[in-house]
């Protein structure tokens, strides 16, 4: 009779089907959701061309760099790390992963 939790590292699913089931309901990241969607950021949008590639919603980014305000994450190297690997900014990302520089960019274009 083992004393150990069998360990199954390759498991089906890492995560439930969905990111937010993880969060508690009164969550900081949620508060800066629901906020960030009452904003009107039309301003941010009209920066924004048609042409090239698709950039990240002025909505997923705000809701990234005030929850790491929040929490004491500044750096936009961490931002994207967090976006990554941690379960609240993820959530906030909606699961995409902007990368150091589309924060860094949108930071600088932006809230400067």
């Known amino acids: 009779m083992s004393v150990f939790k069998p360990h199954v590292q390759d498991q089906g699913e890492m995560f439930p089907p969905r990111v937010g089931e993880l969060i508690e309901p009164d969550a900081l990241c949620r508060v800066i959701s629901e906020v ?55 959530w906030l990302a909606g699961t995409d992963r902007p990368c150091k520089t589309a924060i860094a960019d949108f930071r600088n274009h932006n809230l400067s």
């Not at 002025?58 to 305000?69: D, E, N, Q, R, S």
């Not at 994450?73 to 967090?82: D, F």
């Open 36 to 90: 960030v969607d009452q904003l009107d950021l039309r301003a941010f949008e009209a920066n924004y061309s048609p042409l090239g590639q698709n950039a990240f919603s002025p909505h997923t980014m705000l809701k990234l760099l005030f929850f790491g305000y929040a929490t004491g994450v500044r750096s936009s190297r961490q931002l994207a790390r967090n976006a990554a690997k941690d379960v609240e900014f993820m």
